[in-house]
């Protein structure tokens, strides 16, 4: 193999490409065991799967702010202002990604790479009346333009002599959530070495993202995409139920990505217990924690088919690990309840579904999407409604560099790419939590209730992993307290504007893949029912 290794290293693409076609009829994928190679040229060149699909996006909604990436970061101390500009200046030359811009030439996006240049950084002030807060969210919802860029915007407040905020913005056809980290640490690297009189020097990087590209599309073509898509379309089916969660406002024709996020703090001893189960169950605590959520999702829409839309890194190959770019992967979690089905069974089944999961991490999500063929609807996202996303640690804590203090400036302005989302992040204080939801379908009061029934179901979890789904308490004493005795203080007259059946119809309406009737392991849902009727 080592022989064959050294060879290929002298191949041309073109050679390499030839080579691959032959080694695949022998069961060999030679992209998967080999580095993936710098391109040869720098001409424009083919985008990843996760880009095309974001291309596509943009050229719909050029105008949309969905897809900014904000980073707003509050500098206290003496700044040096030309040392953070060749900082910016260093980190733009050595990553393509943020001075990439994109192109369509015939049926084929394509992405342009643009020598690396001088970067002006300029100093801007308030305006009258306007707070720190106002200038950074209006500074993230600025949309960008893909075909003449750039992709990363980068300004500089002046609050006080000693204090600034740097906003960075990019969009996520050139980055991730990953890449932010990276972005941070060598601009402060390079902050500090111009500081101290010193050269900015990073470990050079073995590939550019639009290497990995050209790669990802070879090596999926020499076997790995039908291998991975054949488990992904034997999980979820044929089928793509749509997630009804009840709603306080009917759903608008399509998106708008408005949304709001509620925080969700969760104390350090209830994730010790939850630490503690995951730890006796042979779980982790993202498996626990997304049958937490499902469970949530299963008891808000009494539907048994759930699934939820889970990013992951994606970056299995070492060479991808110190790059800007985008990366992560959508994956498809399904959990599947059944009248009787306990809690123990349900970590049990979230477990094997996330294991066979990450061993067929790689398939792009647009791919499945291309594959199961959802039918489109402009209001909901394909395949899932509602994601979930796990951090092991944060990734936001203060830090202290060359007589500065940096602290992260969070934007009050957000968007929901889905109808909800749920964030967790491990902390030594406890576990810290938040909701993303579109604000064009639910009030704040309705999410802070959902919050409160979910921290419910993560105590009664703990307690008790024999216990029924079913059986799982969702509201609290005040709650079930307020739902037997208030709601039940008088007699109120039953509207007769319509007749029983109409307003059965209009349920169905509603939520036509909510379960209707339950009897035993028969499962009856709105929709179903009204066709036998």
């Not at 994109?102 to 306007?130: I, K, N, T, W, Y």
């Not at 791919?367 to 899932?384: C, G, I, N, T, Y």
């Not at 509602?386 to 830090?399: F, L």
């Not at 202290?400 to 934007?411: H, I």
């Amino acid at each position: 193999m080592q022989q064959l290794l050294d060879s290929v290293k002298s191949l041309s693409a073109r050679e390499r490409k030839a080579l691959a076609v032959l080694l695949k009829r022998q069961g060999v994928n030679l992209y998967g065991v080999t580095p993936i190679f710098p391109r040869e040229t720098h001409e424009p060149s083919a985008l990843s799967f996760a880009q095309q699909r974001q291309w596509i996006l943009w050229q719909l909604e050029p105008h949309s702010a969905a897809y900014n990436i904000p980073l707003a970061l509050r500098l206290r101390g003496p700044l040096n202002v030309e040392a953070l500009r060749r900082s910016i200046e260093a980190l733009i030359e050595r990553h393509e990604t943020l001075r990439t811009t994109f192109e369509q030439q015939g049926d084929e996006a394509l992405q342009v790479v643009h020598p690396a240049s001088a970067f002006v950084l300029s100093v801007e002030r308030l305006a009258d009346g306007q707070s720190v807060q106002d200038y950074v969210d209006h500074e993230v919802q600025q949309p960008f333009d893909l075909q003449h860029g750039p992709l990363l915007r980068v300004r500089l407040l002046h609050v006080a002599d000693d204090e600034h905020v740097l906003v960075l913005t990019q969009h996520h056809i050139v980055s991730d959530g990953w890449s932010m980290p990276i972005m941070v640490e060598e601009l402060l690297q390079g902050y500090q070495a111009v500081s101290q009189g010193r050269e900015i020097h990073h470990e050079p990087l073995p590939i550019q993202y639009a290497d990995y590209a050209i790669w990802q599309r070879n090596w999926l073509e020499m076997g790995e995409q039908a291998r991975q898509l054949d488990y992904w379309t034997t999980q979820l089916g044929d089928q793509s139920p749509v997630l009804e969660l009840p709603t306080d406002r009917p759903r608008p024709a399509t998106r708008n990505h408005h949304g709001a996020r509620l925080n969700i703090e969760l104390d350090a001893a209830l994730l010790d217990n939850l630490k503690a189960l995951a730890r006796q169950h042979g779980i982790t605590l993202f498996m626990l924690l997304l049958a937490s959520f499902q469970t949530l999702l299963h008891r808000y829409s009494g539907q048994s088919d759930v699934r939820v839309g889970v990013p992951i890194a994606n970056r299995n190959r070492s060479e991808t690990e110190r790059l800007i770019g985008f990366f992560v992967n959508t994956q498809v979690l399904k959990a599947e309840f059944t009248a009787d089905i306990t809690v123990l069974e349900l970590l049990q089944q979230i477990r094997h579904t996330a294991v066979q999961a990450q061993a067929h991490q790689d398939l792009p999500f647009e791919q499945l999407v291309e594959a199961l063929q959802p039918e489109r609807d402009p209001s909901r996202s394909p395949l899932f409604q509602v994601a979930y996303n796990h951090q092991t640690e944060a990734r936001h804590e203060a830090r202290e560099l060359a007589g500065l203090r940096l602290d992260y400036q969070v934007s009050d302005k957000h968007t929901a790419q889905f109808d909800l989302t749920l964030d967790t992040c491990e902390r030594q204080d406890g576990l810290g939590a938040s909701l993303i939801y579109a604000t064009d379908l639910f009030d704040a009061a309705t999410i802070e209730r959902m919050a409160d029934h979910w921290r419910n179901l993560l105590q009664a979890m703990t307690a008790d992993v024999q216990q029924r789904i079913a059986d799982l308490p969702l509201l609290s004493a005040a709650e079930r307290e307020a739902t037997l005795q208030g709601w039940n203080a008088g007699l109120n007259v039953y509207p007769t504007a319509q007749c029983a059946q109409q307003r059965f119809e209009a349920q169905v309406t509603k939520t036509p893949q909510a379960v209707a009737l339950s009897l035993g392991a028969e499962q009856l849902t709105y929709e179903r029912l009204n066709r036998r009727a």
